[in-house]
């Protein structure tokens, strides 16, 4: 019996030294992964992404939708507050991971060995209209038009421009329409929900003064940065978020 001891000693030493060992080995917490975090650029573009006068902030209902979007994946969304013009320069070098904006505009079409991504489905729909001050208004009678510095608005400004309107190249949308609103120009090239949402927010009797004439439609889209590293996660936010809803165009199409 006494010789059995020692043996027994040991053991009962080895099962204490595992028990102990239990106690003190407890898996780490999980920790919830780092948010992804995303710079989106924003101009002036009512109703849906507005810049505040200073151009210090900017949102917007499109803002807000597209946070939601991104947030069911772990991605923040920074609002950046931009001229369209230098939206595309900061997409171009990648400062901007993204935006919204239409196809065709040639100044995201210019970079070499890569190109930024449109993700389907669209954001919108825009339709291109002409707002002429009719001849009773004390406005110019010398064919000028205010529009976007930037915008080629499928191909309308080359037309014009060969059909000899004076072009009046403005930073955004909000500073060509009170161009046109103050009578400085005959013409307004722009797209009509914007320009719409913002003289009714002034007037509501307001576009009763212009002549209007519709020239195209066209689609928006999320324009993916070809210089962001983040473009799979992007991409698979935007067509998640459309698939699961059914959505013909990302806006308007909520749970």
């Given at each position: 019996m006494?010789?059995?001891?020692p043996?027994?000693?040991?053991?009962v030493?080895?099962?204490?030294?595992?028990?102990?060992?239990?106690?003190?080995?407890?898996?780490?917490?999980?920790?919830?992964a780092?948010?992804?975090?995303l710079?989106?650029?924003?101009?002036?573009?009512?109703?849906d992404?507005v810049?505040s006068p200073?151009?210090?902030s900017?949102?917007?209902p499109?803002?807000?939708l597209?946070r939601?979007?991104?947030?069911?994946?772990q991605?923040?969304?920074?609002?950046?507050?931009?001229?369209?013009?230098?939206?595309y320069?900061l997409?171009?070098?990648?400062e901007l991971?993204?935006?919204?904006?239409i196809?065709?505009?040639?100044?995201l079409?210019?970079?070499?060995n890569?190109q930024?991504?449109?993700?389907?489905?669209?954001?919108?729909?825009?339709?291109?209209?002409?707002?002429?001050?009719?001849?009773?208004?004390?406005?110019p009678?010398?064919?000028?038009?205010a529009?976007?510095?930037?915008?080629d608005y499928?191909?309308?400004?080359?037309?014009?421009?060969?059909r000899?309107f004076?072009l009046?190249?403005l930073?955004?949308?909000?500073?060509?329409?009170e161009?046109f609103?103050h009578?400085?120009?005959?013409?307004l090239?722009?797209?009509d929900?914007?320009?719409?949402?913002?003289?009714?927010?002034?007037?509501?009797?307001l576009?009763?003064?212009?002549?209007?004439?519709?020239?195209s439609?066209?689609?928006?889209?999320y324009?993916?940065s070809?210089?962001?590293?983040?473009?799979?996660?992007m991409?698979?936010a935007?067509?998640?978020?459309?698939?699961?809803?059914?959505?013909?165009?990302?806006?308007?199409?909520q749970?």
């Amino acid at each position: 019996m006494l010789a059995r001891t020692p043996i027994l000693a040991k053991s009962v030493l080895l099962s204490a030294g595992v028990v102990l060992l239990c106690l003190l080995w407890r898996p780490l917490p999980a920790t919830a992964a780092t948010p992804l975090h995303l710079k989106m650029g924003l101009h002036n573009f009512p109703p849906d992404f507005v810049v505040s006068p200073d151009g210090q902030s900017c949102g917007g209902p499109g803002f807000e939708l597209t946070r939601q979007i991104f947030a069911q994946h772990q991605i923040e969304i920074e609002a950046v507050c931009v001229t369209p013009a230098r939206m595309y320069l900061l997409l171009d070098t990648g400062e901007l991971d993204f935006s919204i904006n239409i196809k065709s505009t040639k100044a995201l079409s210019a970079l070499q060995n890569a190109q930024h991504q449109f993700i389907a489905p669209p954001y919108s729909q825009l339709q291109l209209v002409m707002y002429s001050h009719k001849a009773s208004s004390a406005a110019p009678r010398d064919n000028s038009v205010a529009l976007i510095r930037g915008f080629d608005y499928q191909g309308q400004r080359a037309s014009l421009l060969q059909r000899g309107f004076v072009l009046v190249d403005l930073p955004d949308s909000i500073s060509a329409s009170e161009l046109f609103l103050h009578q400085r120009s005959q013409h307004l090239l722009t797209y009509d929900g914007p320009f719409r949402a913002y003289a009714l927010a002034k007037d509501a009797a307001l576009l009763a003064q212009f002549e209007r004439r519709a020239l195209s439609s066209i689609d928006t889209f999320y324009v993916l940065s070809a210089r962001s590293a983040h473009k799979t996660q992007m991409q698979q936010a935007i067509e998640t978020y459309a698939a699961r809803h059914q959505c013909r165009y990302i806006k308007g199409c909520q749970p």
